[in-house]
């Protein structure tokens, strides 16, 4: 697919999504975070391994499905023009642009599609470099870089913060205590396995073999008890255990780990800046990580 279209404007998700209930939200990032909700990867991935699972955009399905091979006809198209365009074929008019845009001649969209390196890197990393880039109203440049660079932290956010990395410590102190008993399970059952075999020590028989007067039926094998020497090898320390542990799982404690550092630190600096002799606190790269 394509577009011959001469002139695009890209304007925020906020301005651009048809969802009903994600155009509930007010917020710029409430939007945004809604719209991931329902079409990030991740999600849709688990809807086709059970559909209704979760919630999906039926736009974004779509035009997923349909908008590839589908070319728009030429012109320039507002914001209007772009989100009527795409409804009216039951697409999302917000992907639609940013597909669209790689085959436009001229674009217009906000200073952040530019200068925002968290935006930047899914818009305007696809533009060819040979682009010819005009800012509307230069002088505002210097604020739009330092917020687009910068990060607003309160007391509020941080306490959030804390409590969503305790239910993360939980629930990966959780798949670590699973996969350590499924590990001495499958252990044990070895264990046992060659104390059948007869390749470990193992106790007297269960007296199965015992049938009563009269009867012909073959006696049974008599059942193998481990000993007690044997069952002690079948004992994993923890450090063995440790050590099968996932690396992803021991990777995410210590990034749990790292992150309340970082939140504690952060809450701590928080109250200086707050106090009465409180004030810009400035410290380099080097000592915030230390």
């Not at 209930?21 to 945004?32: A, N």
């Not at 674009?107 to 040979?130: C, R, T, W």
């Not at 007869?198 to 008890?225: C, M, Q, T």
């Not at 939140?263 to 410290?283: I, M, W, Y």
Request: hydrophobic share 40%.
């Amino acid at each position: 697919g394509g577009s011959t279209a001469p002139g695009l404007s890209l304007p925020p998700r906020r301005n651009m999504c048809v969802h009903e209930q994600v155009m509930e939200e007010s917020d710029r990032e409430l939007v945004d975070n809604a719209c991931r909700q329902m079409t990030a990867s991740w999600v849709r991935a688990a809807n086709e391994k059970e559909p209704g699972s979760v919630k999906t955009c039926g736009f974004y399905e779509k035009f997923e499905e349909e908008g590839e091979e589908v070319t728009m006809p030429s012109g320039v198209f507002d914001l209007d023009s772009l989100r009527k365009w795409g409804k009216d074929r039951g697409w999302c008019p917000y992907y639609l642009t940013r597909r669209a845009i790689n085959h436009a001649n001229v674009l217009v969209f906000n200073y952040q599609y530019m200068l925002d390196p968290k935006v930047a890197k899914m818009v305007s990393k696809e533009l060819e470099q040979e682009s010819i880039v005009v800012f509307d109203e230069a002088h505002n440049l210097d604020n739009i870089c330092i917020e687009a660079l910068s990060v607003e932290i309160n007391a509020v956010g941080l306490k959030k913060a804390s409590r969503s990395l305790g239910r993360l410590q939980r629930e990966v102190a959780r798949m670590k205590a699973t996969d350590a008993e499924r590990l001495r399970n499958e252990y044990r059952s070895l264990v046992e396995g060659l104390v059948e075999q007869g390749l470990l020590p193992g106790g007297g028989g269960n007296g199965a073999g015992n049938n009563a007067a009269g009867n012909n039926a073959a006696p049974a094998a008599p059942r193998i008890a481990p000993t007690d020497s044997a069952l002690g090898s079948a004992v994993l320390s923890s450090d063995v255990i440790n050590e099968a542990v996932p690396g992803s799982i021991r990777r995410a404690e210590h990034f749990v780990a790292f992150l309340k550092k970082l939140v504690e630190h952060l809450k701590s600096r928080l109250d200086v800046v707050a106090s009465s002799a409180g004030g810009v606190v400035s410290e380099s790269p080097g000592r915030f990580l230390h």
